[in-house]
């Protein structure tokens, strides 16, 4: 989905997956525990929270009725295009 840090609130085996099979790091990776403070005015939140989901689905059907969303268009480009181009995000 693109540079950041991504959390597990479960299924620690996703985080090992993630780090062996899917970023394939070279040198290792680390799984720590760590306790988030966040709000939903401050990050956006594509799991637990629908406004921001149905925010990200929107902003999808925007691109595609302009003709710029393709097979291999992905979570990372929507959001980069919800950032760069539309003045309702604030996260």
Wanted: net charge negative.
């Amino acid at each position: 989905m693109g540079a950041g840090y991504y959390f597990w609130d479960s299924f620690i085996e996703n985080a090992h997956w993630w780090g062996e099979e899917i970023r394939q790091y070279r040198n290792g990776y680390i799984i720590c525990q760590a306790e988030c403070d966040f709000t939903d005015e401050e990050c956006l939140d594509l799991v637990g929270n629908t406004d921001h989901l149905s925010e990200l689905f929107n902003t999808f059907e925007l691109m595609k009725s302009k003709g710029l969303i393709n097979r291999k268009t992905t979570v990372n480009r929507v959001i980069s295009y919800l950032k760069n181009n539309l003045k309702s995000f604030e996260y």
